[in-house]
């Protein structure tokens, strides 16, 4: 299987403690995809490639221009930051009132995020793009004939909306490459991650020509809290184009596999051309933020699940913050694949 790798990943690493004062937990750290990469190569029959970064453009085919240029400015500020100014953004305060407007640089930040806890680093916009990239090019491969392309990248990216950051996401790679993958044909996107894929649920809300299912935890418990419910459907064009499976705090395998198995359902029926899998580890019984209760080997299972599909698939790296376990998730169900 080919394996496209993010070069630019480890431009991107957030600080433990921003400032100000809210501790940002040390969990998405460049050492992740060095996990992964080891555990793959130690299982064998993977083949590495760097990817070529995005351009801007390519980032703004789903995400708002003004978004993709303030990503761009705020990493190019903190570059040339010097001395004690603070090496990273985040915002402090969100926009509220009738008609919510403002002047200043950093109340501006607050527009395009919607968390506390994402915080944009001098190489942040350098390792977004080249995740994009990973992205797009996995694409480019399933499109020209390979079954399987397996983007290991970072930061995450199912999170990104059209013109905000967060739960550590600054550019949505699987919905992209799914948009790019529509010009030639419907693509179901299946998010796997324990956290609901918020982003491509929205940013193909109202579009047919992208299904998007997502098997996460309930968000009345789970990040991101204000979506990924049940009744979400869709609208317009894309009414019934969304599904939302949502499973309990604790959920093992007894509860996860009829659920994976209805959303493998569901992408059956849509009878898409191609699959976009927006992969988690973080499901996994050792993940010190996902609240599942699922071991090591049920990953191959998963695997196997999706492989059945018979679709050329596209897999692209979101969370999983065990580095202990993280490697051997994703080589499981990459194996199975």
Not at 271 to 300: C, K, W
């Amino acid at each position: 299987m080919r394996v496209i790798v993010n070069p630019r990943h480890a431009a991107h690493a957030a600080p433990h403690e921003v400032d100000n004062g809210l501790p940002v937990p040390p969990w998405e750290t460049p050492g992740r995809v060095g996990a992964i990469r080891a555990a793959l190569e130690a299982r064998g029959g993977f083949a590495f490639e760097d990817a070529v970064p995005a351009t801007e453009e390519d980032a703004a085919a789903l995400h708002h221009p003004a978004y993709v240029a303030y990503l761009r400015e705020t990493s190019a500020e903190l570059a040339r930051a010097r001395g004690a100014t603070p090496k990273f953004a985040v915002p402090s305060v969100f926009p509220f009132g009738p008609n919510p407007r403002a002047m200043c640089t950093r109340a501006i930040r607050g527009a395009y995020c919607f968390d506390t806890f994402t915080p944009i680093t001098a190489g942040t916009f350098a390792a977004a793009l080249g995740g994009v990239g990973a992205g797009l090019r996995a694409a480019e491969l399933v499109a020209g004939g390979e079954r399987t392309v397996y983007a290991l990248t970072r930061p995450p990216g199912h999170h990104a909306e059209a013109d905000r950051c967060g739960g550590y996401c600054f550019l949505n790679t699987a919905a992209l490459a799914a948009n790019r993958l529509a010009k030639l044909g419907p693509v179901a996107v299946l998010d796997l991650d324990v956290h609901h894929g918020n982003g491509a649920q929205h940013l193909f809300y109202d579009r047919a020509d992208v299904l998007t299912v997502s098997v996460h935890g309930d968000p009345e418990y789970l990040f991101p809290y204000f979506s990924g419910f049940a009744d979400e459907t869709g609208t317009g064009a894309g009414l019934g184009a969304n599904h939302n499976l949502v499973l309990p705090h604790g959920t093992g395998v007894q509860k996860y596999r009829p659920a994976l198995e209805a959303a493998v359902e569901i992408v059956a029926r849509f009878r898409p051309a191609f699959l976009v899998v927006a992969f988690g580890a973080d499901a996994h019984e050792a993940d010190p933020i996902g609240g599942f209760r699922l071991p090591t080997a049920f990953f191959g299972a998963m695997g196997t699940a999706v492989a059945r599909l018979a679709v050329p698939t596209v897999v692209v790296q979101e969370g999983g913050y065990n580095l202990d376990v993280l490697g051997a998730c994703v080589a499981e169900f990459l194996g199975a694949l």
